[in-house]
């Protein structure tokens, strides 16, 4: 049965007849492909039968949003939380597999929850060169009455190899209100006078506190559970992948990370094993032709949380 909407609800859904037309723009593999055959396409399948037809090291940047070991049900897929060793043993399943399609220049970013970081971490350092951890302050997230809540994830960086990879921080400045302007002979230092106030660009941080988690009156917003925003993957792809440059997502959902990268100007690859999220990524796709927008991400920069109103005046 269809959920019931409140009439500004935005989050995207599907009808059959979009889902029959959009079945035409998602793909199977079922033999080696080329470069040109893997890159803007969705691939609907199992990642591990995906994994042996996807062209070795043709991806600059890869893209992780695994399950993480807590039980959920994706859309009929269910994922069932476990040990943190059979965890481990899970990651290590997939993780070098999907290492060998990337570049030996490139990058990898994967999402994780705080009680899989060290899972990630783990099977990470074996296949790659660990750069970093990201941490990003989600906000939204049940209370909890014997516990803090839980309102923060980790986003592991690492590169393939740690003397030649692709990092351009002026791409990912965040663009700051400035609270104490300071002068120096009489000069604004550090910051400028703009028609929407005193603001600065500041060079990026691992702890990352100005993006919301995508809700109900957003565009972006799908049923996916465990949706990324276009604005946190934006700041990876623009970190770590050339302009023209190819992004690949071994789960990935309701397209988030296919979508970003066609609005950046960059190539996409994704598999993604659910149907339904995999036609939501073909929708949401096809309206990226068009609507290039990405909240938060106004006039070539990241602005800091509650500058919707200012950004709009960019526009």
Request: charged fraction near 30%.
């Amino acid at each position: 049965m269809e959920k019931q909407r409140a009439g500004r609800n935005r989050t995207m859904t599907l009808n059959d007849a979009e889902r029959e037309e959009l079945r035409k723009e998602i793909s199977i593999l079922s033999d080696n492909c080329t470069v040109d055959d893997a890159i803007d396409k969705t691939f609907n399948q199992d990642l591990f039968e995906a994994l042996d037809y996807l062209p070795k090291h043709f991806a600059d940047l890869i893209i992780i949003d695994p399950p993480y070991n807590l039980s959920k049900n994706f859309a009929g897929n269910k994922f069932l939380k476990t040990d943190d060793a059979a965890y481990i043993e899970y990651v290590r399943s997939w993780l070098p597999k999907v290492m060998e399609l990337l570049k030996p220049n490139g990058s990898v970013y994967i999402c994780c929850d705080w009680k899989c970081t060290s899972a990630i971490y783990q099977v990470l350092s074996e296949c790659a060169v660990v750069k970093n951890r990201i941490t990003w302050q989600r906000e939204k997230g049940r209370g909890a009455k014997t516990n803090w809540k839980n309102a923060m994830e980790d986003i592991w960086f690492g590169v393939a190899d740690n003397n030649d990879y692709y990092f351009d921080v002026e791409a990912v400045k965040q663009k700051r209100r400035v609270i104490a302007p300071y002068k120096e002979d009489g000069k604004a230092k550090d910051w400028e006078e703009t028609d929407e106030g005193k603001f600065r660009l500041t060079h990026p941080s691992n702890f990352w506190d100005d993006i919301s988690i995508p809700y109900w009156s957003m565009p972006e917003n799908t049923d996916h559970p465990t949706q990324k925003p276009e604005k946190l993957v934006a700041k990876l792809i623009l970190a770590s992948c050339p302009a023209d440059g190819i992004v690949f997502d071994p789960f990935l959902g309701s397209g988030t990370t296919s979508v970003v990268a066609k609005k950046l100007g960059r190539h996409y690859c994704g598999v993604e094993i659910n149907e339904e999220y995999a036609l939501l990524a073909a929708k949401r796709l096809r309206i990226a032709d068009t609507d290039v927008d990405i909240q938060g991400y106004t006039d070539g920069v990241f602005w800091e949380r509650n500058t919707l109103n200012l950004q709009k005046k960019k526009r």
